[in-house]
């Protein structure tokens, strides 16, 4: 008389855990926006989709400031981004032209201006 019942099992398999990052299919990590959202106390209640949203935002708009910094550093023949591409890409943008007008983007190093470091004493 050992016939096998229909019960539930006690330890069902476990599905593996994705982060909210990975669910919204975004780069940018919306734990750390979460948390820097709650610890700034911006607002008593938070809901769960403001920090996948603010994330995505800011993908978008990193993203998009990227593609116009690209392509001022490839039409002055540099394989890198510096600070300057960045700069002109958002004067050239109407939109983060007004993003940009109360902030300053530091200039960089300059090419042959940097100094050896003083070797440290015994």
């Known amino acids: 008389m050992s016939r ?5 099992q006690c330890n069902p398999p476990k599905k593996h855990a994705l982060s909210r990052s990975s669910r919204a299919e975004l780069q940018f990590p919306v734990s750390r926006v979460d948390r820097y959202l709650r610890e700034g106390r ?3 209640r938070l809901s769960s989709q403001a920090p996948v949203f603010l994330a995505g935002v800011l993908e978008y708009l990193t993203a998009n400031i990227l593609e116009l ?6 039409s002055s ?18 939109t983060l032209s007004s993003l940009f007008q109360a902030s300053s983007v530091s200039p960089g190093a300059e090419e042959g201006a940097e100094e050896p470091l003083p070797e440290a004493g015994r």
């Open 69 to 74: 910094a690209a392509s001022e550093a490839r």
């Open 4 to 8: 096998k019942r229909n019960l539930p």
């Open 42 to 44: 911006y607002a008593q």
């Open 77 to 94: 023949r540099k394989m890198r981004i510096a600070p300057e591409h960045v700069q002109r890409a958002a004067s050239h943008n109407e």
